[in-house]
Each structure stands twice: as structure tokens, then as C-alpha cells.
């Protein structure tokens, strides 16, 4: 697929067939992950894949936007310890949010190329979630990923382009 036409026809899918992601698609998103800027080459990501249905409902209970029964999930989450090691206190909030949300794009989009659905969810309650995938304390997670096969393809939402840009200051 054109990156053009998947960066232009991935939607955010809410809505899942019951099948079933394969192992090796899940690890191929991860993979696409690991590809994507990173601060200071930090690679400071790790990622935690679930598939079961007792920790996919788990899950749910902890991160109300995690909707649409999606067969599997990958949680982005950021070793702030390696961070803080190698860039300093101040850039730990900024590198985890920044590199996590480089890595989700880069899984959504290969995700969208191999006939998969996600959706991105940022609303879910920390502490909880360290404890349900018994994460050491340095390791937080950011991001959550549904992923599944979509029940349908949503129409893409109008976009706004012109007034969107300028060319060298801002002028309206």
C-alpha cells in the first residue's frame, strides 16, 4: 500500500470481527514500532501485547476508552529509569510521550497495511495498569492500542487543510 493512501484511509476503528490476530502479526506491529524516531536514540519502549480474554476485560475495567471488544491490545509503555539515566529528569515526559506516540503511528499504519483495525487509547488509570502487567516501577505505560479485524471501514472524516499552514511566519 502507498504511504500516501494508508496515511489517508487508516481510520480509528471502534468495532471488531472475533477473529482472532496472529502472533506474528502482533510481533510484525512491534516491530513497526521499534522503527520509529526515537529521542536521542533512547528506544526507551517496551511493549506489552495481550490476547487473552480474562486480561483483555481486565483491561477494560481500567482504561474506560478501550471500547469495541478488540481481540488483542499492545500497551506502549516507556522505561522513564533509561530516560531519566540518559537524558535527564526534565526530558523523561516529553521523550515518553513523544517516542510513544511515534511508535503507535508506526503500528497503526502497518497494522492498516496488513487488513487490521486499531485505535488508539490514552485514557486508562496507571497505577492499575502497572499492576495488572506487572511492570517494575520504572516502566510506565502511555498508550494503548486495540487491535483487531474491523467489522467496517469508516468513511474519513472531512479534513481542513487550507488555513491549516502558513510558509514562513504566521499570518492569517
Known amino acids: 500500500m502507498d504511504i500516501h493512501q494508508a496515511i489517508r484511509t487508516r481510520r480509528s476503528i471502534r ?5 482472532p490476530v496472529s502472533r506474528e502479526d502482533l510481533l510484525r506491529l512491534v516491530e513497526a514500532g521499534c522503527w520509529a524516531p526515537t529521542a536521542s536514540n ?3 519502549w517496551r511493549f506489552v501485547i495481550l490476547t487473552r480474554p480474562d486480561r483483555l476485560r481486565a483491561l477494560r475495567v481500567l482504561a474506560p476508552g478501550f471500547i469495541g471488544r478488540a481481540p ?3 500497551v506502549i509503555c516507556q522505561d522513564v529509569g533509561h530516560i531519566e539515566q540518559r537524558a535527564g529528569a526534565a526530558a523523561v515526559d516529553f521523550c515518553a510521550k513523544m517516542d510513544s506516540a511515534c511508535a503507535a503511528q508506526n503500528i497503526m499504519l502497518e497494522a492498516h497495511g496488513l487488513g487490521l483495525g486499531t485505535c488508539a487509547v490514552g485514557s ?4 492499575g495498569l502497572q499492576d495488572l502487567l506487572d511492570l517494575p516501577e520504572h ?4 498508550l494503548l492500542i486495540a487491535v483487531g479485524y474491523p467489522k467496517a471501514q469508516p468513511a474519513p472524516p472531512e ?12 499570518h492569517e
Open 15 to 19: 468495532r471488531y470481527t472475533d477473529r
Open 42 to 44: 533512547l528506544q526507551a
Open 72 to 74: 488483542a491490545a499492545i
Open 124 to 127: 486508562f488509570e496507571v497505577g
Open 139 to 142: 516502566v510506565v505505560p502511555v
Open 159 to 170: 479534513r481542513h487543510i487550507e488555513g491549516s499552514y502558513y510558509f514562513e511566519d504566521y
